[in-house]
Each structure stands twice: as C-alpha cells, then as structure tokens.
C-alpha cells in the first residue's frame, strides 16, 4: 500500500505539470511577447522573396578576391559584394584572386586562378 500510494503522488504530481505547461505554453504562444519574437511576415515571391538568391548563381564564372582566408570556407569579395564561398582544393589565403565555378545548393566554390 505504501508503494502504491507514492507511486500515485507521483504520477498525479506529473499529471497536473503536464497540465500547467500546455496551458502554459498556449497562454505564451499568444502573448505579445511571443509574437515579437515570432516571425509573422509572410515571405512571398511577390513580395521579392526568392529562397535561392539569384545573384548568386549569376556569380559563376566571375572572378573576385579572397576577402577571408578560405581554409576551404570563407567569404569572397565581387564587384564590390561579399558571399559567401567554398574553395574546391586546399586553402586560399586572403586578397588572393579567385574564380566562381559553381553554385551548388546555394554555396559558391571558387578556385585560385
């Protein structure tokens, strides 16, 4: 009986937190505070909103300059713009002048020329 009775302490106790927290958590998902934090704004492309950026994969084929060391990811610098970039071989250190080759999967690789 008196494993019995602690056993039901226990899953009565965890009942009623569980409870708490789903009233909880619905009171916070619809606070003002939740929603600040919350991400409303639909993004459409009518709107101007492109999951892949189109820039970027015009980017193929130009050359730029290393603006981090790329050891292999690192940032490089075209017509004035910074992307982000991956050297296909090895490392190349930075003000180095590379060459776009491909955009894959939203990520440039460049290779030293």
């Given at each position: ?24 958590s ?10 600040g ?8 492309t ?8 189109v ?8 050359t730029?300059?290393?603006h ?18 991956k ?5 190349i ?5 590379v060459k776009?080759?491909?955009d894959e999967a ?8």
């Amino acid at each position: 009986g008196h494993i019995l009775k602690s056993l039901m302490t226990v899953l009565i106790s965890l009942f009623m937190a569980f409870v708490i927290f789903i009233l909880g958590s619905r009171r916070f998902a619809y606070s003002k505070a939740f929603r600040g934090i919350a991400l409303e704004a639909e993004e459409t492309t009518g709107e101007g909103f492109i999951g892949v950026d189109v820039k970027q994969k015009q980017m193929v084929g130009k050359t730029g300059r290393a603006h981090t060391v790329l050891r292999p990811s690192g940032l490089i610098e075209i017509d004035g713009e910074i992307f982000d970039a991956k050297a296909e071989m090895g490392y190349i250190e930075k003000d180095v002048q590379v060459k776009v080759i491909r955009d894959e999967a939203g990520q440039l690789y460049v290779v030293k020329i």
